[in-house]
């Protein structure tokens, strides 16, 4: 029995052929699907389809809690449960996010004659470091004076300017340019990281998985009863340790003798019949494991990511 409803997306009015049917054309549930998508989930999605076919939105928003984010069809008619999750230094996006929502990204500053790459600390207050513009002016004044092309909060702690950062929530500071007016242009402050091999992500996996995090959408795919396959897709923030040391870990797998270290060996618990660590790194490399399967090194063609526009359409 047809009805007339509104579209959920356009507002339109449609014919709608089907009881639940919440949206008049594909472009609009697309539309939609993408809106109500956070970023992770929109990169494991386009990182996945390529490999397991299109992927349905089950979460969307304003449906039932407690779903897994999308199913992927089988053969046989079977289908795949998938359930996206992150791992991303909370603290650092906050800064980030706070630099950004005060307009603190890039300004000018006077009487400075250098641009001044200043990178904040994960703990940084942003909000007090925005009161205190002339203290920050005057650092950066005094290490022009100085002939100074950097300084970072990692020195002599008895260096007045390694207590002045310290104090300030600064990390780094570094000189960009000269001549092109004085300013700031602010950020979270980058670190360094190593490659990890098997044993470390077997470590840090094992914690994800037994936290409340993971026990959450463990619980999520063990409700999808109907799934002949669970996958648990965790995408891996650059602004992360995994997310550094697992694609550092991957390019140093051709060294003679390194590639067994680098795999993992930890067996991911039930429900779980897939895995999938997916680093927003350039690097298109990633892990997968399958319960028949073990663990293997993922590699998914650039050309095979498809954008949001290509998905509409619209490239």
């Excluded at 699907?33 to 990182?47: G, K, T």
């Excluded at 925005?130 to 970072?152: F, I, K, P, T, V």
């Excluded at 470590?203 to 995090?213: E, F, I, R, T």
């Amino acid at each position: 029995m047809s009805v007339t409803r509104n579209c959920g997306q356009c507002g339109r009015e449609f014919t709608a052929t089907r009881d639940h049917a919440r949206f008049c054309s594909a472009r609009c549930r697309v539309h939609w699907n993408r809106a109500s998508a956070n970023q992770y989930e929109l990169w494991a999605r386009d990182r996945l389809e390529p490999l397991l076919g299109s992927l349905r939105v089950i979460d969307e928003k304003g449906g039932p809690p407690g779903q897994h984010d999308f199913e992927a069809d089988l053969p046989g008619g079977l289908v795949a449960a998938l359930e996206v999750t992150s791992e991303v230094e909370s603290d650092r996006l906050s800064v980030a996010s706070e630099i950004r929502r005060r307009g603190m990204s890039r300004y000018p500053v006077s009487g400075l004659t250098s641009l001044w790459s200043v990178r904040l600390t994960d703990d940084a207050r942003v909000k007090d470091l925005s009161r205190r513009h002339d203290e920050l002016r005057q650092l950066l004044s005094d290490l022009e004076a100085q002939g100074a092309r950097w300084a970072h909060n990692l020195g002599d702690y008895r260096d007045p300017v390694v207590g002045q950062l310290r104090a300030l929530g600064i990390g780094s500071v570094y000189r960009l340019s000269t001549g092109a007016g004085g300013g700031v242009v602010m950020g979270s402050d980058s670190y360094g990281g190593f490659g990890w091999g098997g044993p470390v992500i077997d470590a840090w996996l094992d914690g994800l998985l037994a936290s409340g995090q993971g026990l959450n959408k463990l619980e999520k795919l063990d409700r999808a009863a109907h799934a002949a396959e669970r996958h648990l897709v965790i995408v891996l923030d650059s602004f992360s340790q995994a997310g550094m040391g697992i694609p550092l870990g991957l390019t140093d797998r051709d060294e003679p003798g390194a590639a067994p270290y680098v795999m993992p060996s930890l067996v991911p618990p039930q429900p779980l019949t897939h895995m999938w660590l997916l680093p927003t790194m350039a690097s298109s490399e990633g892990l997968g494991w399958a319960r028949d399967g073990g663990w293997t090194v993922l590699q998914v063609p650039a050309s095979s990511v498809r954008t949001a526009d290509q998905e509409l359409g619209l490239a």
